[in-house]
């Protein structure tokens, strides 16, 4: 089995894949505590054959010029240590009312300089009324938003169907590598494939904060989606990555309704 992307803005021999979402910045938020972790990281991910990562710091505390000094920084470094991989910068933003004026004030890294921006919601609250309303803001304003980690939120575990409207606007739905492994827990490593299964996710990244317990790797995530959805749907996410930081539209199939998890499983056996 064998996750294949076509194109790449710097096509390599051996690494080909690109990774959205990284705490890989160090010293700046709960991802790499220093360079020699940064570095480790990098070195992992070039090892799982990631081209690509970007550093996606939590925007609340990072300035944006911290990210760009930072990854500057960091390409400079991973150079001079040999490595053969690329940092470019973008944050990952919790979504607020305000969102749209810190666009237009320049306070929001997007991805790659392209136009899709990675939005979390909060972990531990109810999905927030507010937020079809808050994406098509910041879609008026010229952003295209992607939805991170969406299989950890506890309203999309228990209905995956919950991303369908935001998809139908138009939104990226990413899933975290380490989910499909159970490593969040058996509800979102369902929740995970489940919206891969359906189509309802597009895009795989790994959210890495360490080298060893949180690690940048993509690929077997993407092999397992292979064998959820089939190669092509896979090879098709592996491409979706690609053209997003190339800042290109990417259109996903329809999606199937996604299944509700069953409660209470031990009632049907
Ligand atoms: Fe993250």
Redesign the pocket.
């Known amino acids: 089995m064998g996750v294949h992307v076509t194109t790449s803005e710097e096509p390599t021999a051996h690494a080909r894949l690109v990774d959205l979402?990284?705490?890989v910045l160090p010293g700046v938020d709960d991802?790499a505590r220093d360079v020699d972790e940064a570095l480790r990281m990098l070195r992992v991910a070039e090892e799982d054959g990631i081209a690509t990562i970007a550093a996606?710091p939590?925007a609340d505390s990072v300035t944006p010029q911290q990210i760009l000094d930072g990854v500057a920084e960091l390409n400079r470094l991973a150079a001079d240590a040999g490595l053969r991989i690329r940092v470019v910068p973008g944050s990952?933003v919790r979504i607020a009312a305000d969102l749209p004026a810190r666009a237009a004030d320049g306070r929001l890294v997007t991805l790659a300089d392209t136009p899709y921006l990675?939005l979390?919601l909060s972990l531990w609250g109810d999905w927030p009324p507010f937020l079809l309303e808050a994406i098509y803001s910041c879609q008026v304003v010229g952003l295209w938003p992607i939805l991170?980690?969406a299989e950890r939120y506890p309203a999309v575990q228990r209905d995956p169907g919950r991303v369908l409207p935001l998809v139908e606007r138009g939104v990226l739905v990413q899933v975290?590598a380490d989910s499909l492994f159970g490593r969040n827990g058996r509800k979102a490593q369902w929740a995970a494939e489940e919206l891969i299964r359906s189509r309802a996710a597009h895009l795989i990244a790994s959210?890495a904060?360490r080298s060893d317990s949180r690690p940048p790797r993509v690929r077997a995530a993407l092999e397992r989606a292979a064998a959820v959805a089939g190669e092509e749907y896979a090879t098709w996410m592996a491409q979706a990555a690609v053209d997003v930081l190339r800042g290109a539209p990417v259109t996903p199939p329809q999606p199937e309704p996604p299944r509700r998890r069953r409660r209470f499983r031990w009632l049907f056996r």
């Open positions: 979402h990284s705490h991802g996606t939590h990952e990675l979390e991170a980690h975290n959210d904060h």
